[in-house]
């Protein structure tokens, strides 16, 4: 029985569909690129989804090894033997890739925490090993801090990693010279983060909401924000605090809801737990002002920013990092001191008490979202990036130890 002329015509389609396919795929660069996905939902497993959701993928044959090994962001600093089973099947999953793939570059995050570096250094040792070029994503600051903290052996081996790289990437221009003393500055290159867009419907703030979301810890400024709370309270007594975040550390836990008792602010100051999707855009609806303040040791970017400026909510953190060049001051937000309660306290009550002001500042910060921030702006720097990355090897460095 011979075949009718539409099943040949179907059958000549999907061939040419299934050639144009794989010629499309072999003509593309293969990157086997490290991160971590949710859960747990914090600042880079949402980065790496967002750019896994953004164009970067069709870009480039993407190869995509989750490095999470946790569901609780209080297990991030807790050893647990799960964890050196992980790091085995990382490591086999990252030779299988290795010996049936050819990659173009491996892009990997590098870690500023001692147990973690050394975890980075078999990794990478083994892409470095199939001679396979690398690329360095630093998603945090004080490159210089944690060499210090480094024996001279480790110390010499954070460098040469540094060194042998194709080139690093940091969160914002302002952070290029974080590795100045290791790699000259053409092969440090800004990628600045993004988010996937959401739906966002009309705001109906009281004039009264500071909200804050966020892991709740120290070095997040939680602590600065209820420190300059009572002095907002008095110039404004009907104001209160939203806190939305899980709390990293047990006992930072049980001392901020003690101090909120000595200072009679339990009803004041409402501890809403940690909120995704919906519930956390109703949240930023209903907000007046949102204010993240982080030490900048620890904090280099702070994606909740972009999504309070995405809703349209004026914003209020601490100059550092990629944030002082995130939040135009005056413009979308308002810059504040680290570390201190009292000009935290100002910025926030220069927002509380004009409302012509917030609108104008939220309304600047959605424009500026929109134009910089999303997810596809932050694909095609990546693609930028890389693509730069994968083009002429750079010339040799000398050995030396800054």
Same mark, same amino acid.
């Given at each position: 029985?011979?075949?009718?002329? &539409?099943?040949?015509?179907?059958?000549?389609?999907?061939?040419?569909?299934? %050639?144009?396919?794989?010629?499309?795929?072999?003509? =593309?660069?293969?990157?086997?690129?490290?991160?971590?996905?949710?859960? @747990?939902?914090?600042?880079?497993?949402?980065?790496?989804?967002?750019?896994?959701?953004?164009?970067?993928?069709?870009?480039?044959?993407?190869?995509?090894?989750?490095?999470?090994?946790?569901?609780?962001?209080?297990?991030?600093?807790?050893?647990?033997?799960?964890?050196?089973?992980?790091?085995?099947?990382? !490591?086999?999953?990252?030779?299988?890739?290795?010996?049936?793939?050819?990659?173009?570059?491996?892009?990997?995050?590098?870690?500023?925490?001692?147990?973690?570096? $050394? =975890?980075?250094?078999?990794?990478?040792?083994?892409?470095?090993?199939?001679?396979?070029?690398?690329?360095?994503?630093?998603? +945090?600051?004080?490159? &210089?801090?944690?060499?210090?903290? $480094?024996?001279?052996?480790?110390?010499?081996?954070?460098?040469?990693? #540094?060194?042998?790289?194709?080139?690093? $990437?940091?969160?914002?221009?302002?952070?290029?010279?974080?590795?100045?003393?290791?790699?000259?500055?053409?092969?440090?290159?800004?990628?600045?983060?993004?988010? /996937?867009?959401? @739906?966002? *419907?009309?705001?109906?703030?009281?004039?009264? %909401?500071?909200?804050?979301?966020?892991?709740?810890?120290?070095?997040?400024?939680?602590? *600065?924000?209820?420190?300059?709370?009572?002095?907002?309270?008095?110039?404004?007594? /009907?104001?209160?605090?939203?806190?939305?975040?899980?709390?990293?550390?047990?006992?930072?836990?049980?001392? %901020?809801?003690?101090?909120?008792?000595?200072?009679?602010?339990?009803?004041?100051?409402?501890?809403? +737990?940690?909120?995704?999707?919906?519930?956390?855009?109703?949240?930023?609806?209903?907000?007046?002002?949102? #204010?993240?303040?982080?030490?900048?040791?620890?904090?280099?970017?702070?994606?909740?920013?972009?999504?309070?400026?995405?809703?349209?909510?004026?914003?209020?953190?601490?100059?550092?990092?990629?944030?002082?060049?995130?939040?135009? *001051? +005056?413009?979308?937000?308002? !810059?504040? /001191? /680290?570390?201190? @309660?009292?000009?935290?306290?100002?910025?926030? $009550?220069?927002?509380?008490?004009?409302?012509?002001?917030?609108?104008?500042? +939220?309304?600047?910060?959605?424009?500026?979202?929109?134009?910089?921030?999303?997810?596809?702006?932050?694909?095609?720097?990546?693609?930028?990036?890389?693509?730069?990355?994968?083009?002429?090897?750079? *010339?040799?460095?000398?050995?030396?130890?800054?």
């Amino acid at each position: 029985m011979k075949p009718s002329a &539409a099943s040949t015509t179907a059958a000549w389609i999907a061939w040419r569909w299934a %050639t144009l396919f794989w010629k499309r795929m072999a003509n =593309k660069k293969r990157i086997l690129l490290f991160g971590w996905l949710p859960p @747990p939902v914090f600042g880079p497993s949402v980065a790496y989804q967002a750019l896994l959701r953004s164009d970067f993928p069709k870009h480039f044959d993407v190869t995509f090894i989750n490095l999470s090994v946790v569901s609780n962001i209080r297990e991030l600093e807790q050893f647990r033997v799960r964890k050196l089973l992980k790091l085995a099947q990382f !490591l086999a999953l990252e030779l299988w890739y290795l010996l049936t793939r050819r990659f173009a570059l491996v892009c990997y995050p590098i870690s500023f925490n001692r147990n973690a570096f $050394l =975890k980075d250094t078999v990794l990478l040792g083994l892409a470095r090993a199939f001679g396979v070029p690398t690329v360095l994503w630093a998603h +945090g600051t004080g490159v &210089a801090r944690f060499r210090e903290t $480094l024996s001279p052996r480790l110390r010499t081996r954070f460098d040469q990693m #540094v060194r042998r790289s194709r080139g690093v $990437l940091v969160l914002a221009e302002c952070l290029r010279e974080e590795f100045g003393n290791l790699l000259p500055l053409e092969r440090i290159r800004a990628v600045t983060l993004g988010i /996937e867009p959401a @739906p966002t *419907d009309a705001r109906h703030p009281d004039g009264r %909401t500071i909200l804050y979301v966020g892991t709740l810890l120290k070095a997040k400024g939680i602590f *600065d924000l209820l420190e300059a709370f009572p002095t907002v309270r008095a110039c404004v007594p /009907e104001a209160h605090l939203v806190v939305a975040g899980e709390w990293f550390r047990a006992d930072e836990e049980q001392a %901020t809801l003690e101090w909120c008792r000595r200072h009679h602010l339990t009803e004041a100051v409402r501890f809403v +737990g940690p909120v995704w999707g919906e519930a956390k855009w109703a949240l930023l609806r209903s907000a007046d002002v949102f #204010v993240f303040p982080p030490h900048s040791r620890s904090e280099a970017f702070g994606l909740v920013l972009l999504e309070a400026m995405q809703a349209g909510v004026p914003v209020v953190t601490t100059r550092g990092g990629a944030r002082n060049e995130m939040v135009a *001051d +005056g413009v979308t937000g308002l !810059l504040a /001191e /680290e570390q201190n @309660p009292s000009d935290l306290a100002a910025k926030i $009550l220069q927002l509380l008490t004009d409302p012509l002001l917030r609108e104008r500042m +939220g309304r600047a910060g959605r424009e500026r979202f929109l134009s910089h921030y999303t997810h596809e702006h932050y694909g095609r720097r990546m693609i930028e990036a890389l693509e730069a990355f994968t083009s002429e090897p750079p *010339d040799p460095l000398p050995n030396h130890n800054p």
